[in-house]
């Protein structure tokens, strides 16, 4: 959670989100710096994200959705769509697109736990909380039984854990804010995790230069059927507020 409580209250972040442009970047702890591509975070879902949304089945949980354009893109398609962040200004910008959205933390309580069809951890959120294996564990608990994950990982063979800040300067001596645990895996470290937690892989693809792979959950001997499975998920979701206002956070 120390994690999530630094990501939210990163001023950098959720000003870059206001204004819809970086430069944003996660430092390490050694000076080393991730560009964040804000800008396409910003913007409307691209080729790329539509083709990994055609993959998505029944109700999508969107983890860490950012600023929203890929829960926005689901509901407009009329999918029964959720998306969590930490970060206020994200929730804002998502429900502002006219997408439904929690400020929640992916290990808090959530609605439709165990129920969730498909869970998206994209543009590097399969790094939250610095533990690719408790986040699988985490996620399998959300998803139901044979429920699908789609995962946006690094080029290579990276497996790196690491404590970061969000900054929006490379000047060492302007960072502030709480270091707090990342990780950045390639496909190959992400399938090892997801073989020994009992994942099945069902497919890993490149395309305009970022990299995916799909996993299932272990399937249980009876399922719900879907329809019903999506009903019971919007029956427990939020009603959107009017105006500005943030999502409840009960």
């Known amino acids: 959670m120390a994690g999530s409580v630094a990501w939210s209250a990163a001023e950098p972040y959720a000003t870059a989100l206001r204004t819809g442009r970086g430069p944003l970047f996660l430092r390490r702890t050694d000076g080393w710096l991730l560009p964040l591509e804000v800008e396409r975070w910003c913007a409307g879902a691209d080729a790329v994200d539509r083709a990994v949304l055609d993959r998505c089945e029944g109700a999508v949980l969107d983890v860490g959705c950012g600023p929203g354009r890929l829960v926005a893109e689901l509901a407009a398609r009329g999918r029964t769509v959720l998306g969590i962040d930490v970060s206020g200004a994200a929730v804002d910008h998502t429900i502002r697109l006219g997408g439904l959205a929690l400020r929640r933390s992916v290990f808090e309580p959530l609605p439709g736990e165990g129920r969730w069809d498909t869970v998206l951890l994209m543009d590097g959120n399969i790094g939250i909380g610095g533990e690719p294996s408790v986040l699988l564990e985490r996620v399998a608990a959300l998803l139901r039984p044979g429920g699908l994950l789609i995962a946006e990982t690094v080029r290579g063979r990276v497996d790196e854990r690491a404590r970061v800040q969000v900054v929006d300067t490379i000047d060492a001596a302007r960072t502030t804010g709480t270091p707090f645990p990342w990780a950045r895996l390639g496909t190959p470290a992400l399938l ?53 206002s943030p999502v409840s956070d009960r």
Do not use: H, M, N
């Open 192 to 244: 090892r995790y997801a073989r020994r937690a009992g994942w099945r892989s069902v497919a890993q693809w490149d395309a305009g230069g970022r990299c995916f792979a799909a996993l299932r959950t272990r399937q249980a001997s009876s399922s719900a059927d879907p329809a019903k499975r999506a009903a019971v998920i919007s029956s427990q979701r939020v009603s959107k507020p009017s105006g500005e």
